[in-house]
């Protein structure tokens, strides 16, 4: 009798276990049957696993918490959940739901980082996107050491911040968009081009501001190498560069900068003022994009020594004083 009584329950047991895990599959693997949408979704520092099933569950991400909760124990409470943003494509079964918190699958925002921004631009850009914060970025873009390998003068990280389209997560720290941002411009440097600067009797740093100078005078790809033939020819007879954007560089760095330059700027008394001081300024002026860079390296075989801008985007080139006159007042005094 007691051994009937004992498979008895044996059997039944088995059969409530079965039963129980039918029921539990059934729940864990299931999908809402609701229409098909992405949900943004963000699981929150410190959060516990009961915490974030309620979000979700507020959100009409899953149904119920239970087999949420109870598959984070059975299948992955060795791993954490991870904080971040994610996009979860709903309907979804919990388990998908749970592999893709664990795994820390987040969403990444993209930005444009233009050519030719300051620092103190990027700065502003970042924080008005919702990324770092101003104050953040400008402090680790004084982290010199990221640079040390290529340019052992350098005060700051201006003209090594590559500009380009970047995809960070919420919240990613400035430390790491800077490294991103410099990384970046390792990869575009290559070796090659480093070869190129020694040949030139240039350094990286040297290649960098000429860069930062071409960047700023011309958005015209066609004009990048021809516009460093001229700031090459004017260096090689230490004639000054005469080159606009370097004052404006200093005004914005004073927050003096009011749209346009005046008259009595081009007298201000700085290193970075071409119009005073004959060959490079101290440093980048800008970051440069990858065809500065390379005008910068590889200029025109031209003899040009003069441009001034025709007020359409494009320049016209001359290689005498009395050209560059004519051509001044063709476009400029009209």
């Known amino acids: 009798m007691l051994v009937k009584i004992v498979r008895f329950v044996l059997i039944s047991a088995a059969l409530l276990l079965l039963l129980f895990i039918t029921w539990f599959s059934s729940e864990f693997y299931h999908r809402l049957d609701t229409q098909p949408n992405s949900v943004v979704f963000e699981v929150e520092k410190g959060q516990s696993a009961k915490e974030i099933a309620l979000n979700l569950k507020k959100n009409g991400i899953i149904k119920k918490t ?28 919990p388990k998908n739901i749970l592999q893709v918190l664990s795994e820390g699958s987040v969403y990444l925002h993209s930005i444009t980082i233009p050519e030719g921004l300051i620092i ?12 770092a914060a101003k104050k953040d970025f400008l402090r680790d873009a004084g982290e010199t050491s990221l640079i040390y390998s290529l340019d052992t003068d350098a005060p700051n990280l201006e003209g090594y911040l590559f500009p380009e389209t970047y995809r960070f997560a919420k919240g990613t720290p400035s430390e790491k968009i800077v490294a991103a941002m410099i990384f970046q411009f390792t990869k575009v440097f290559s070796q090659e081009w480093m070869e190129r600067a020694a040949e030139m009797e240039m350094s990286i740093r040297d290649i960098v501001t000429l860069a930062s100078l071409i960047e700023k005078e011309t958005s015209l790809r066609e004009e990048k190498k021809i516009i460093s033939a001229v700031f090459h020819n004017r260096l090689r007879i230490d004639m000054k560069l005469d080159c606009d954007p370097t004052i404006i560089y200093v ?62 985007g494009s320049h016209h080139f001359s290689q005498t004083f009395r050209e560059h006159q004519n051509a001044v007042n063709k476009y400029q005094r009209r």
């Open 251 to 312: 005004l914005k760095l004073e927050d003096r900068f009011k749209d346009r330059l005046r008259t009595k700027d081009l007298k201000y008394d700085s290193p970075f003022n071409t119009y005073l001081y004959s060959g490079l300024p101290p440093g980048p002026i800008a970051n440069p994009g990858r065809d500065s860079l390379e005008a910068a390296l590889y200029p025109a075989d031209e003899k040009f020594l003069y441009f001034v801008s025709k007020n359409d």
């Open 120 to 131: 103190k631009e990027i700065a502003q850009l970042l924080e008005s996107e919702g990324f």
């Open 66 to 93: 239970w087999p949420f909760l109870l598959g984070y124990r059975i299948f992955f409470s060795s791993q954490s959940l991870k904080a971040g943003e994610y996009v979860i494509a709903i309907p979804d079964s």
